[in-house]
């Protein structure tokens, strides 16, 4: 089983982006994603319970397709983001969290411990994006939380560094990277697995944004053995979510 662990779905003029759930089912289709790890967009910079009611119903109505993260759009949403949290767990079983970091609001900052506390108590994983020095702050300050470096540092605010991403998941077992990048350097992937394991790895296309097709073959086409191909592709968030 595929399963693709960074998706988004809504509209967004600033992602110049408009993915509904046909559209993201016939591209999963097509590319042989069998399973979406789902975060709408409305709720990462509009308005979090509108986007997060978009997405509960679409977990309603194509629930063997799609997995929902609960999305939180900053940190400093404080107890309201902990509510937002159980309640799309307990009304739509959402599965993950997925928390957005900017540089004018660091997710170091001490009001973000309790909702990392709080997705580590109702074992939700999280989908940040983080930074290295962010996710080395952060696993120290709550180590039980499982967390996923969204793009392994393949982003502006971490300036592509996926060589620190490597580094800083070694010292937290419970940090994953995701293979979400536009980031195509030869080895990338070679050199977490032989650092890593090939059981912290997660797959991600970041779909619409990205093209999943390269996504797939950037795993695909690595020079790994089957076994750690078939646990990034899926076997690893089927395991962090008892699939």
């Known amino acids: 089983m595929i399963i693709d662990g960074h998706v988004h779905i809504g509209p ?3 992602l110049q982006i408009d993915a509904d759930a046909a559209t993201l ?10 399973r979406l790890f789902v975060t709408h967009v409305t709720a990462l910079f509009y308005n979090m319970r509108e ?7 679409d977990l309603r109505a194509h629930g063997d397709r799609f997995i929902g993260y609960v999305t939180i759009p900053n940190h400093r949403l404080g107890q309201a983001a902990c509510d937002e949290i159980r309640r799309c767990v307990e009304t739509y079983g959402m599965r993950g969290v997925k928390m957005y970091s900017h540089p004018e609001s660091p997710i170091t900052e001490a009001s973000s411990t309790a909702i990392i506390e709080m997705a580590a108590d109702l074992k939700l994983p999280i989908l940040g994006h983080f930074t290295p020095i962010e996710c080395d702050v952060l696993m120290t300050r709550v180590p039980e939380a499982r967390m996923v470096m969204a793009h392994m540092a393949g982003q502006p605010y971490a300036f592509g560094n996926w060589h620190l991403a490597v580094e800083v998941a070694g010292r937290h077992p419970n940090l994953y990277l995701d293979t979400a990048t536009s980031q195509m350097d030869s080895g990338m992937l070679e050199h977490a697995v032989r650092c890593l394991g090939p059981e912290r790895i997660l797959f991600g ?7 999943p097709w390269v996504q797939r073959a950037k795993v ?3 020079d790994l053995d089957p076994v750690a191909k078939s646990l990034i592709l899926g076997g690893n968030i089927a395991r962090l979510l008892g699939l």
Do not use: M, W
């Open 25 to 34: 089912i016939g591209i999963a289709d097509k590319v042989g994603i069998d």
């Open 12 to 14: 967004s003029q600033f």
């Open 205 to 211: 296309s970041d779909t619409p944004l990205l093209d």
């Open 220 to 222: 695909e086409g690595a």
């Open 51 to 57: 986007g997060n009611d978009a997405l509960g119903r």
